[in-house]
Each structure stands twice: as structure tokens, then as C-alpha cells.
């Protein structure tokens, strides 16, 4: 066991299976950030109106004006004065306030998360599954070398396969990182 646990650590600058997990599951847009606030935006989707309407109304370049008629004993006078420069802005909105207590979208989205959080687990599962298979040829690589070229080809292109694997459930994340990591181990002293 203890030289199992030494070949374990050879590389444990990788990252590990909850970070291979998080990366795959965002790349998938099935990580639980994505879809935390799906049900929660449904039902407050029901406070906007279903319907607005406006007017606007201006007078600012009217050269409209209103005559007024003054009139007294002595003579008849016409002035014209213009009218008050307005803007008049006047907004409709209606609701429907029945789809507060329940509406179909809130059901709908819960649907949609519900098939979401079986392919988060299918995943995730398969991800645990390549994750520990790459792990164990690492190690067995380590503690029981290939003695012959066809048994290391064979043993390189099955770790090759799996990290391809990985890479395509993470958009290629796993190797850069492993990669990023495997150089910040070398320039540590």
C-alpha cells in the first residue's frame, strides 16, 4: 500500500475528480449555477405586464396658438398668445394576475431542470468512471512498467484515450490544465 499511495502522488498536480466534475458540468451548461434561478425567473416572469401600451403627446414645435378675445366698451381687441409647451406621456399596462397563484411555465421550467439533474448524474458518473480509469493505468504504469513496446503503445494510447475523453466532456479544459499544472510543478523549487 505504501507504494500505491507513492505512485498516487506522482500526480497529484492534476486536477481531481470534483474539478474534472465542475468543469464538464459548466461546459455542459448542467452545472447547478446555469440553472439555479430557471424556477424563480419563471414565476417572477408573471409580475411583468402581459400587455403595454403608450401615447405620447407633444406640443414643444406646435406653433399653435389660442386667440383670445378681450372686450370692453370702448374697443374690440384679438391677442394671441401661445400655448403651454407639453409633453404628455401615458402608458397602459395589464396583467394577468391568475398566473401568479400558478402557471404553466413555472411547471414547464421545473420539467426542464428535472431532465437536466439526469444529465448532470449521467455525466458526472461517466466522468468518475474515466476519471479512475486514466488514475489507475497512471499508476499501474508506475508500479508495473511495460517490458515490452507493444504493451507500453498499448498502455500510452489507452491513457491517450481517456484523457481525449475527458478533454471532450470539458472542452479540452483537462489537458490544459493538467499541462498548466504539470509546469508550475516543474518551475516550483
Do not use: C
Amino acid at each position: 500500500t505504501t507504494q500505491a499511495i507513492a505512485a498516487l502522488k506522482q500526480f497529484a498536480h492534476e486536477p481531481s475528480v470534483l474539478e474534472v466534475q465542475d468543469a464538464a458540468s459548466r461546459y455542459a451548461l448542467v452545472h447547478p449555477d446555469t440553472y439555479k434561478t430557471w424556477l424563480s425567473r419563471a414565476a417572477w416572469s408573471n409580475v411583468l405586464p402581459e400587455r403595454l401600451t403608450g401615447e405620447f403627446q407633444s406640443t414643444l414645435d406646435d406653433d399653435t396658438t389660442a386667440r383670445t378675445t378681450a372686450s370692453d366698451s370702448t374697443s374690440s381687441d384679438y391677442t394671441t398668445r401661445d400655448l403651454d409647451e407639453q409633453l404628455r406621456v401615458k402608458v397602459f399596462a395589464e396583467w394577468d394576475l391568475s398566473r401568479l397563484i400558478f402557471d404553466q411555465d413555472e411547471y414547464n421550467a421545473a420539467k426542464e431542470l428535472s431532465k437536466i439533474v439526469t444529465r448532470r448524474e449521467d455525466l458526472l458518473t461517466t466522468i468518475n468512471k474515466l476519471y479512475f480509469a486514466r488514475r489507475q493505468l497512471q499508476a499501474m504504469a508506475v508500479l508495473t512498467p511495460p517490458k515490452s513496446a507493444p504493451k507500453a503503445l498499448k498502455l500510452e494510447l489507452q491513457l491517450a484515450g481517456l484523457t481525449a475523453d475527458l478533454d471532450a466532456l470539458t472542452g479540452g479544459w483537462f489537458s490544459k490544465e493538467v499541462k498548466t499544472r504539470k509546469d508550475a510543478k516543474k518551475t516550483r523549487p
